[in-house]
């Protein structure tokens, strides 16, 4: 069943639940001129056209008679909209019929009153026609042109529906004269018509169309039936119009045959349409609708029955019975978009907003749609809807602030913020917010912890920054999250006072050293993490915090400090404690910050981090001091010996110890070499002896000792080479001559020894010179045993022979290179006689000394040495170049 054949009671009563299911209270509905003031006691007088120019309201009745009436506007303090009207004229027109439409043109100060299919120009303000008598005639309706053409300012273009059939004629009205413009002829009998620019927007019968006056050009837009229902043609902008379309449907459609916006929904029978931006508004024989041309949703319904008149008029609304004439007042559009957010209806207030944009002044606007997406950002925070609230907070740059003081004691005591006034919502704190609800409020404090962190650094926070940053540290602590220590160890902005008191409550010990050093408080973090490490207090932040102790001691620059806890990092471990001095930053390094002698005497009482300190100054930063590597040489020895006393126990470690001392024994020449070998005296470190004895250059007992002590003679050829790694190559040969003659030379004829003899002149062939070897081995070595050896020989001096050829023949190529170039030099002779003349002072030469120019001239010495004295010649002389 359709709504117009509802009774009247049901149709209110569905039209009320629409209302308030979908209801902005946009206008409100106030009498203007009621039944008694307009025709008193005579019932038979209807209203039949009205026009509204500013104040001045005239109204067309069906007696052939036009009321003038002054229109003023009150407003009271409670918001009461309401109009004072006075009637000033009231004018019989004589034609005995009804007046048909009324029309102002303000600049001209006339008024176009169609009756009786004439158009008579009438004083606006007595209502007498103009002495000319100008009119325009066979008229059924017509309208003005509020986008004309002409560019006259003292004239309207005014178009007219023709007595005659399918005829539009356009006219210019002047101040006393008429002129046609234009006759144009259309399809069907227009029945409606509205115009902009050249453009005529025409109801004809059967559809609507698009006519181009000016070129002719006509396009259709949809088909109707003026027999079923009232056209409306309504001209809503530049080169845009309104339609009543099939379905009821409300149409918008350019001058070009599209539609740029979408169609509003409005009752099958309206009979009036008018527009106040951003609504359309429609009446039919029992409502009035207002629907939004933003989202075309219905926004309110207003009874109002026997309606039959709904025009705007610059902005202002009026609508009219037969009987009284009432104005739609708009609500302010601040107080719109509050009720809508009163009601939660969060989109349809943004939308509604940004759709006003072009009525409010720009600086206002600006303001008010801040402040409008703070309150719709706290709505949806209500609601949980936290995606949406941070997007409403960014945009509308919203002070933080407002959002921490929801939660309870998370604003610092400092804090001077207060909230903003009126309030951007109506919660006191968050525990009314969400009612007590543990898991929205865990939620809530969720989001609060992601917004803040992703403001924080962004120009959101600043000038607060402090009561940002303190907020999101007591979240982080309360709530346990890992980036608490994120916040502490990056710049922070966290107020000592109000964090310390929230982390010591929430036991995070380690967070509050943190903040202290943040604070450069090292002396009191320190305090604090030493006593979680020896149990006083519980944190179990971090299971390494002993380490972390240690390590931010080495990067102190509180020496104080690092003395202080030295010995207690030392106590709970040496081998981690020394690295307080060993991994001291570079740049503390190259200034020796610490003194090593310092150094050594505290670390006295911890021999494992002693040898590990001496070790970082001799290995890794090649101290050049004597006391050092003799030091760390004893402890190696010392070492080595305790182990020894073990016996097989500690087989391996002792591997280790002796590798490490013979390591140092090799490498360095700065401990006391005898001093050492005294301490060794007497025990079985026979190959360390051998080491000391080939630092004083004693390689014969040193060998001896590997040869005949040890018998390892891999470590006898290792021991030349390393005796000899930056001597030269004589050297070297001398020290393997030396293990040679220790293995041919023995006392006792030792088949071992001849065989280590033989690999080693195999092995090594290029350390020997083969004419000494031949007289030192015994002439019962065959020719196949030494093989290698004199081959590798043999091979070796020919290469010396042939590198010694090349080399000569090397040089006497670039002696030759330097003859030639000393030939080409001397050039061509210069012949001297007692007939030749110096160049530059034309006397003869009297003695064999002169010089030369490259081009052949000849001077005398002396007139050479003062070439300057004459530039001119000499640079004759010596052109092209100075060479002599």
């Not at 053409?149 to 005829?167: A, L, N, Q, W, Y």
């Not at 001691?553 to 003395?563: G, I, K, M, N, P």
């Not at 030749?836 to 003695?847: L, R, Y």
């Amino acid at each position: 069943m359709k709504l117009r054949h509802v009774p009247l009671k049901v149709t209110a009563y569905i039209r009320g639940h629409l209302e308030s299911a979908m209801s902005v209270k946009a206008f409100k509905l106030v009498p203007a001129v009621e039944r008694d003031l307009l025709m008193g006691d005579k019932a038979r007088i209807n209203i039949e056209c009205i026009e509204c120019c500013g104040k001045n309201l005239y109204i067309g009745t069906n007696d052939c008679s036009i009321y003038y009436f002054l229109l003023e506007e009150k407003n009271s303090p409670a918001e009461k909209t309401s109009f004072s009207v006075s009637k000033q004229l009231h004018k019989y027109l004589s034609f005995r019929k009804p007046v048909g439409e009324l029309k102002a043109a303000s600049a001209l100060n006339r008024l176009l009153v169609l009756c009786d299919n004439t158009i008579t120009l009438m004083n606006m303000m007595n209502l007498e026609p103009i002495p000319t008598g100008a009119r325009i005639k066979g008229a059924t309706m017509f309208t003005l042109n509020e986008n004309p053409m002409s560019g006259d300012p003292f004239c309207v273009e005014v178009c007219i529906v023709s007595v005659k059939r399918r005829t539009i004629q356009l006219f210019l009205v002047y101040e006393d004269r008429v002129q046609i413009v234009k006759e144009l002829l259309t399809p069907e009998q227009p029945c409606a018509v509205a115009i902009d620019g050249h453009y005529l927007c025409l109801a004809l019968t059967t559809q609507y169309i698009i006519l181009n006056y000016d070129t002719g050009v006509s396009q259709d837009l949809f088909p109707y039936s003026s027999e079923e229902r009232r056209p409306i043609v309504k001209r809503v902008g530049r080169q845009e119009f309104l339609l009543a379309g099939p379905g009821g449907l409300g149409m918008f459609a350019t001058v070009d045959g599209i539609s740029q916006r979408a169609p509003v929904h409005w009752s099958e029978n309206v009979v009036g349409a008018a527009l106040c931006f951003p609504y359309v508004v429609a009446l039919d024989e029992e409502f009035i609708t207002v629907h939004s041309m933003l989202d075309q949703q219905q926004k309110q319904t207003l009874p109002f029955k026997d309606g039959h008149i709904l025009q705007d008029f610059e902005g202002r609304v009026i609508v009219a019975t037969t009987k009284g004439v009432y104005i739609l007042v708009p609500l302010p559009l601040e107080r719109q978009i509050q009720d809508l957010l009163a009601s939660h209806r969060v989109e349809e207030a943004l939308v509604l907003a940004k759709g006003a944009r072009r009525n409010i002044p720009k600086e206002k606007f600006q303001v008010m749609y801040k402040r409008l997406l703070q309150q719709a950002g706290f709505i949806q925070f209500a609601q949980l809807q936290f995606l949406e609230a941070k997007e409403l907070f960014r945009g509308g740059q919203l002070d933080v602030r407002e959002l921490i003081s929801l939660y309870p004691f998370l604003l610092p005591s400092s804090s001077s913020f207060m909230r903003t006034h009126p309030p951007l919502h109506e919660y006191a704190d968050l525990n009314q917010l969400t009612q007590g609800d543990q898991e929205k409020m865990a939620k809530c404090k969720q989001f609060l912890m992601s917004y803040l962190n992703e403001v924080r650094s962004t120009d959101v926070a600043n000038g607060y920054k402090e009561d940002v940053d303190t907020a999101l540290l007591k979240l982080y602590a309360e709530s346990g999250h890992e980036s608490l220590l994120d916040l502490l160890v990056s710049e922070n902005f966290c107020l000592l006072a109000d964090s310390a008191a929230w982390l010591e409550k929430h036991k995070k010990f380690f967070a509050l050293g943190l903040l202290y050093h943040a604070n450069g408080q090292d002396a009191a973090a320190l305090q604090l993490w030493v006593k979680i490490v020896n149990g006083d207090i519980q944190d179990s932040t971090r299971t390494d915090l002993y380490e972390y102790i240690v390590d931010f001691l080495t990067s102190c620059a509180d020496h104080e400090l690092v003395w202080k806890y030295a010995e207690w990092a030392l106590q709970r471990s040496e081998e981690v404690g020394v690295y307080i001095f060993t991994r001291r930053p570079l740049e503390e390094e190259q200034k020796n910050s610490f003194n090593p002698d310092d150094v050594i005497s505290c670390l006295n009482k911890y021999p494992a981090s002693l040898v590990k300190y001496l070790e970082f100054l001799v290995l890794e930063r090649r101290v050049k001091k004597e006391k050092f590597h003799t030091h760390l040489a004893v402890l190696y020895l010392d070492e080595v010996l305790r182990l020894k006393s073990l016996a097989a126990e500690k087989s391996e470690e002792l591997s280790k110890s002796q590798a490490k001392l013979r390591s140092l024994l090799q490498k360095s020449d700065l401990y006391r070499i005898r001093f050492i070998l005294d301490k060794i005296s007497g025990t079985d470190l026979h190959m360390e002896c051998a080491i000391l004895f080939g630092k004083l250059e004693q390689h014969d007992k040193a060998l001896h000792i590997l040869v005949h002590e040890l018998k390892d003679f891999a470590a006898a050829e290792e021991y030349c080479l390393w005796s000899s790694e930056s001597k030269d190559l004589p050297y070297r040969k001398k020290l393997f001559h030396m293990l040679l003659s220790e293995y041919l030379n023995s006392s006792t004829s030792e088949h071992e020894l001849a065989m280590a003899a033989v690999d080693l002149l195999n092995n090594h062939a290029a350390e020997f010179d083969a004419s000494c070897v031949l007289q030192l081995i015994p002439d019962t070595w065959s020719v196949q045993l030494l093989s290698s050896f004199l081959c590798g020989s043999m091979r070796e001096s020919i290469h010396a022979q042939r590198m010694t050829q090349i080399a000569l023949g090397l040089a006497k190529t670039e002696n030759l290179t330097y003859t030639h170039e000393k030939v080409k030099l001397k050039g061509i002779p210069t012949v001297l006689s007692d007939r030749k003349v110096c160049q530059m002072c034309q006397s003869p030469f009297g003695e064999p000394a002169f010089v030369r120019y490259p081009n052949g001239g000849v001077v005398h010495t002396h007139c050479a040495a003062n070439r300057h004295v004459n530039s001119s010649t000499n640079h004759h002389l010596s052109s092209p170049s100075g060479r002599t």
